[in-house]
T-cell receptor
Framework: AQSVTQLGSHVSVSEGALVLLRCNYSSSVPPYLFWYVQYPNQGLQLLLK??????LVKGINGFEAEFKKSETSFHLTKPSAHMSDAAEYFCAVSEGWDGGSNYKLTFGKGTLLTVNP | GAVVSQHPSWVICKSGTSVKIECRSL??????MFWYRQFPKQSLMLMAT?????????EQGVEKDKFLINHASLTLSTLTVTSAHPEDSSFYICSARAIGGAWQPQHFGDGTRLSIL
């Protein structure tokens, strides 16, 4: 069974500082990994995804994440935080082959990012 | 691209009423749609998975007769909360996934805030 652990339910940074949101996964098969962002009272927006190939993936709004198989991690980073980055961030994993379960996503519990002026 | 529209965004109704929520993929065909429920400050809880033309697959503990799902076309799925009660009040989010394997991300609607009086 697959699982996702997001370390830190709440991360607070200053505007302009580095953003680092941690995600570790477990999967019995090569995983496909996703980061989503959720603003208040809205659905989830896809930030980036890792499927195959380059392990450093770039997404929207200046975010990027690196897939590290040896560490089973997929941490999300952004060099310089903006006030508009304040939101809830979810890491999710989808197994490469799921035996017919429609490729469901397993989500982490989320990390709330606050950006201080 | 990959826009999912969910309506209504907010519903307030009396106990005992049935409420229908629509989820449409606007610019792609969605072979699979998912329905989630999200409690305050928590992650998403998958309720059911629907495939076009087939019966929905419900997660354990989700009442099939309470939450009716119809996926009549490749661009539309509906969730009907039958005889809603205050405990059904929640934030409901749908997502849609295009044809393809696990590398295809889910694209989310903006959610529906359901309040039962």
């Amino acid at each position: 069974a697959q699982s996702v652990t997001q370390l830190g339910s709440h991360v607070s940074v200053s505007e302009g500082a580095l953003v680092l949101l941690r995600c570790n996964y477990s999967s019995s098969v090569p995983p496909y990994l996703f980061w989503y962002v959720q603003y208040p009272n809205q659905g989830l927006q896809l930030l980036l995804k890792y499927t195959t190939g380059a392990t450093l993936v770039k997404g929207i709004n200046g975010f990027e994440a690196e897939f590290k198989k040896s560490e089973t991690s997929f941490h999300l980073t952004k060099p310089s935080a903006h006030m508009s980055d304040a939101a809830e961030y979810f890491c999710a994993v989808s197994e490469g082959w799921d035996g017919g379960s429609n490729y469901k996503l397993t989500f982490g519990k989320g990390t709330l990012l606050t950006v201080n002026p | 691209g990959a826009v999912v529209s969910q309506h209504p965004s907010w519903v307030i109704c009396k106990s005992g009423t049935s409420v229908k929520i629509e989820c449409r993929s606007l610019d792609f065909q969605a072979t699979t749609m998912f329905w989630y429920r999200q409690f305050p400050k928590q992650s998403l809880m998958l309720m059911a998975t629907s495939n076009e033309g087939s019966k929905a697959t419900y997660e354990q503990g989700v009442e099939k007769d309470k939450f009716l799902i119809n996926h009549a076309s490749l661009t539309l799925s509906t969730l009907t909360v039958t005889s809603a009660h205050p405990e059904d009040s929640s934030f409901y989010i749908c997502s849609a996934r295009a044809i393809g394997g696990a590398w295809q991300p889910q694209h989310f609607g903006d959610g529906t805030r359901l309040s039962i009086l």
